[in-house]
C-alpha cells in the first residue's frame, strides 16, 4: 500500500510538472501549426495518467474553517461590463434565470430562488490558479448533477458546456466545458455563496461553477446558460473552452 501511494504521489507530480511545461508555452506554441496536434496528443496523455492516479470518483480535499484564506483572489474578470448583466446586477439579480437546454428532455429556466431551494452542499476546497496561486473557500450551492436530473439529459449527451456573461478583452464571450463524469460528481456545484455570504461580483455573482478537481480556468463565472452536447465541435473553435481554444488543455485535472 505504502509503494503504491508513493507511486501515486510521482504520477500526480509528473503531471502537473508536464501540464505546467505545456501552459506555460501556450502563447508561443499556440501560433504554430503543429501545435494544436502536440497539445491535443499531450492533452489525451494527461487525461489518461490523471484518470489512473485519481479516479472519476476520487474527491477533492476539503479543509476545515480555520484553513479559508483571509481573501479569496478573483481569478479572470472581475466585474462584466455587458448590457445584459449590468442590468441584472442593478437590480441585484432578481431577474436571474439559469438557462439549461441542449440534449434534455425538460428544457430549465431556473432563478436563484428556485437553485436555493433545491438541496445544498457547503465544501472548504483549494482553488489553484494556473498562474501560480492557491486560496481556499467555503462554497454553498446545489450539486451539478441535481439539475441535470431535473432536465433529464440524452443518452449521447457527453458534455456540459456553460455560457458566462462576460465577455473577454478579444470580445468573444467566455465559456467552458466538462464532461458528464465531471458534471456528475458530488464536489461539482453552481455556487451561490462564498464564506456564508452571497457570492461576490469580483468572483463569479450571481452564479458560478466550481469543479473542485480541476485548476481555475475550468471554474467558469458569471453563468448564464448551461447546455447539454454530445460534441464540442462547433462551440467556440472546437476545443471546449475560451482558453483552450487560445491553447490550453481541456482537462486541468490536478
Not at 2 to 30: E, H, I, P, Q, Y
Not at 165 to 175: K, L
Not at 189 to 211: C, E, Q, S
Request: glycine share 10%.
Amino acid at each position: 500500500m505504502k509503494l503504491m501511494n508513493r507511486r501515486r504521489r510521482f504520477l500526480r507530480n509528473a503531471l502537473t510538472a508536464a501540464g505546467a511545461g505545456v501552459l506555460a508555452g501556450c502563447d508561443r506554441l499556440s501560433q504554430t501549426d503543429w501545435a494544436p496536434r502536440v497539445l491535443e496528443s499531450a492533452e489525451h496523455l494527461t487525461h489518461a495518467v490523471q484518470r489512473v492516479v485519481a479516479p472519476p470518483s476520487a474527491m477533492a480535499r476539503e479543509f476545515g474553517e480555520a484553513d479559508i484564506s483571509p481573501v479569496f483572489r478573483p481569478n479572470g474578470s472581475t466585474n462584466p461590463q455587458t448590457r445584459e448583466y449590468r442590468a441584472l446586477a442593478a437590480d441585484d439579480f432578481r431577474g436571474y434565470a439559469l438557462r439549461v437546454g441542449g440534449l434534455v428532455a425538460r428544457p430549465l429556466s431556473l432563478s436563484l430562488e428556485r437553485l436555493r431551494a433545491l438541496p445544498s452542499r457547503t465544501q472548504i476546497t483549494r482553488h489553484d490558479c494556473v498562474e501560480g496561486w492557491s486560496v481556499i473557500g467555503k462554497w454553498t450551492g446545489v450539486q451539478l448533477s441535481r439539475v441535470l436530473d431535473l432536465a433529464k439529459p440524452a443518452q449521447r449527451a457527453r458534455y456540459v458546456v456553460f455560457r458566462c456573461f462576460d465577455v473577454m478583452d478579444d470580445g468573444h464571450p467566455y465559456y467552458e466545458s466538462i464532461g458528464m463524469d465531471d458534471a456528475r460528481h458530488p464536489q461539482t456545484l453552481l455556487a451561490y455563496g462564498l464564506n456564508d455570504k452571497p457570492l461576490p461580483t469580483p468572483n463569479g455573482a450571481p452564479l458560478r461553477l466550481r469543479v473542485e478537481r480541476q485548476l481555475g480556468y475550468k471554474q467558469a463565472k458569471y453563468l448564464s446558460a448551461i447546455e447539454v452536447v454530445d460534441s464540442l465541435a462547433g462551440i467556440g473553435d472546437g476545443n471546449g473552452g475560451y482558453w483552450e481554444d487560445q491553447g490550453y488543455e481541456w482537462y486541468a485535472g490536478i
